[in-house]
């Protein structure tokens, strides 16, 4: 199984900062990946796929980057609402896997 | 609008079964993948299954393989998911999720959850 490694765990940053979370694959995935936003008791949100597509609805402060192994997620200036936990998910090869997620505090 | 509603979900034994269910609403449920996918209590996402729109192909996570059975019904706009030989780590909250119009990869809609407990 493909292993996705997010980095940080856990990030702490306030209203208006540039937020970078990243994520590793274990292996080559190209640019099959995607990104959730999950708040407490919610469910996760899609935010990007392919990389660096934006969902419908998407704040455009949100985008992604990346090929390969190597993978960011951006937010470019961080708005209170933007308090949740980040998911990465490698859409390459089944079974599909999912980052242990970064959580996002806003300061 | 789409809505996607589990249900299903209860406390079962170690050895035991149990049948989630998701019913769509909001978009035309014969075209689209559908994926199941749980979390456990205080911790990430672990992807499950994926039915395809026509249910000519499943796919499932290895930890399931051989005791979960993923199924859906056009005309109930439900899917299921049949889980036997349950263990205590398959505790976790269960989620249905649509797959994008342009690609089953990626998933855009999700239910609520149902949980799932497995304790003696």
């Known amino acids: 199984d493909i292993q996705m490694t997010q980095s940080p765990s856990f990030v702490s940053a306030s209203v208006g900062d540039r937020v970078t979370i990243t994520c590793q694959a274990s292996q080559g995935i190209g640019s099959w990946l995607a990104w959730y936003q999950q708040k407490p008791g919610k469910a996760p949100f899609l935010l990007i796929y392919l990389t660096s597509n934006l969902q419908s609805g998407v704040p455009a402060r949100f985008s992604g980057s990346g090929s390969g192994t190597q993978f960011t997620l951006t937010i470019s200036s961080l708005q209170p609402e933007d308090s949740a936990k980040y998911f990465c998910q490698q859409a390459h090869s089944f079974p599909y896997t999912f980052g242990q997620g970064t959580q996002l505090e806003i300061k | ?120």
Do not use: N
Request: proline content about 6%.
């Open chain 2, 1 to 120: 609008q789409v809505h996607l509603v589990e249900s299903g979900g209860g406390v079962a034994p170690p050895g035991g079964s149990l049948t989630l269910s998701c019913t769509a609403s909001g978009f035309i449920f014969s075209t689209y993948a559908m994926h199941w996918v749980r979390q456990p209590p205080g911790k990430g996402l672990e992807w499950v299954s994926v039915i395809l729109y026509d249910a000519s192909k499943i796919f499932y996570t290895d930890a399931v393989k051989g005791r979960f059975t993923m199924s859906r019904d056009v005309s109930k706009e439900t899917i299921y998911l049949q889980m036997d030989s349950l263990s205590p780590d398959d505790t976790a909250v269960y989620f249905c999720a649509r797959a994008t119009s342009s690609s089953p990869r990626y998933l855009d809609y999700w239910g609520q959850g149902t949980p799932v407990t497995v304790s003696s």
